[in-house]
């Protein structure tokens, strides 16, 4: 009858540590991505995302009356990727109607930054009491 002492033991622990080891690191890779944030001009504020989340700013208006949403200040590339916009019309066969802006960006990196949207007709000068939403975005 074969007894076990350590130098017997070294090669099996070390062989179940490393079974150990590589079914944690598939399951970190397979994991799905955290399900994308969506926010409006109510949520205007701290804004927390994990890297590689999605970031939709979803803003309205009337497409009618001239104002829209404009981006003032512009995320860091270093914090947020991948920044695009897209028109949706809530009645598209209504022209003037309800509108969508929809803002598109993915946590890049950790650290902070700000996104600022005014709210204003494009030909009208910048005022003190223009209607703005600022988020205060987040990224660990």
């Not at 590589?22 to 955290?34: D, F």
């Not at 926010?39 to 803003?59: F, H, K, N, S, Y």
């Amino acid at each position: 009858m074969k007894t076990m002492n350590a130098s017997n033991l070294a090669p099996a622990l070390a062989l179940i540590g490393l079974l150990t080891l590589s079914a944690g690191l598939a399951a970190c890779a397979t994991a799905a991505p955290p399900a994308p944030r969506v926010v409006t001009e109510a949520d205007a504020g701290p804004v927390a995302l994990a890297r590689g989340q999605r970031l939709e700013v979803r803003l309205s208006s009337n497409a009618g009356t001239g104002y829209a949403w404009r981006l003032d200040r512009e995320a860091s590339p270093l914090v947020l990727g991948g920044g695009s916009s897209q028109d949706v019309a809530a009645s598209p066969g209504l022209p003037g109607g309800r509108l969508t802006t929809a803002y598109s960006y993915q946590g890049a990196g950790r650290g902070r930054t700000d996104l600022v949207f005014t709210f204003k007709r494009p030909w009208e000068p910048d005022k003190p009491g223009d209607r703005k939403a600022v988020f205060k975005v987040r990224v660990r």
